[in-house]
């Protein structure tokens, strides 16, 4: 559903794009339809409802996309940690792109399993 909405937004801005585009090109009447159509799906668009903002389901089986991430001259590491129960953790590391889970919430250290970086330390516990 959401996806849906924000596909019919983008929809409405393209349509009011082009359609101001043709206008200023010379092609009011066509170009001013385009837009008056464009400009009716981007607010159906945004007033469009959004029945489930969290899938529980859908929450507890997300997990980061496992991609190498730019190394900004440190590691980089990417941690969710699920709100409600029951609680879940992944850390996806930057370094090799290692996907570890764990039950229960971000531990104070972690050192990542596929290459042995320690990725974090909490220095007030
Ligand atoms: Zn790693």
Redesign the pocket.
């Known amino acids: 559903m959401t996806s849906l909405r924000r596909r019919v937004i983008g929809l409405g801005c393209a349509f009011v794009i082009f359609g101001g585009a043709l206008s200023a090109g010379g092609l009011w009447t066509f170009g001013g339809t385009i837009g008056i159509w464009g400009i009716i799906a981007f607010v159906a668009g945004m007033f469009m409802q959004e029945p489930d903002r969290f899938d529980p389901e859908e929450v507890a089986s997300w997990r980061p996309s496992a991609a190498p991430m730019a190394n900004a001259g440190r590691t980089m590491y990417r941690v969710d940690t699920t709100i409600d129960e029951p609680i879940h953790t992944t850390v996806l ?1 930057g ?2 792109a ?1 996907l570890a889970e764990m039950d229960g919430p971000r531990p104070a250290t972690f050192t ?1 399993p ?2 042995g ?1 320690l990725l974090w330390e909490d220095e007030e516990e």
């Open positions: 590391c370094s090799c290692h990542c596929g290459c970086l």
